[in-house]
């Protein structure tokens, strides 16, 4: 079975840093797309960001670019969101989704696997 594991969530004042972790088990993790998504309260899911491992390929929404940074470490099968200067506006719970195909999206419906969420709360 795959399995995605999203963990690294919490609390963090404006202008701080938090790491998101997402552990991938059960697939061929170079041959896919790892993407972050958020859901505020009241709002929709979000793509934040994504990476295909194989070649390090990387795609942010506009609002987090420059602030966040999203990685990989092919041996264990993790991708990590690097979020600084967080803002209030951040606050969300954070997802960690897979997509077979390798594509870079941002898109939910276009991802086949998901993780359970972390939330990250920002205060001002």
């Known amino acids: 079975d795959v399995q995605l594991q999203a963990s690294g969530g919490g609390l963090a004042q404006a202008g701080g840093s938090l790491t998101l972790s997402c552990a991938a088990s059960g697939i061929v993790f170079n041959d896919s797309a790892i993407g972050w998504f958020r859901q505020a309260p009241g709002k929709e899911r979000e793509g934040v960001s994504c990476?295909?491992?194989?070649?390090?390929?990387?795609f942010y929404t506009d609002s987090i670019q420059g602030r966040f940074t999203i990685s990989s470490d092919n041996g264990n099968n993790v991708v990590y969101l690097e979020m600084n200067d967080l803002k209030p506006e951040d606050t969300a719970v954070y997802y960690c989704?897979?997509?077979?195909?390798?594509?870079?999206?941002?898109?939910?419906?276009?991802?086949?696997?998901w993780g359970k969420g972390t939330l990250v709360t920002v205060s001002s």
């Open positions: 990476i295909r491992p194989a070649d390090g390929s990387t």
């Open positions: 989704a897979l997509t077979a195909d390798g594509v870079l999206r941002l898109e939910s419906y276009g991802m086949d696997y």
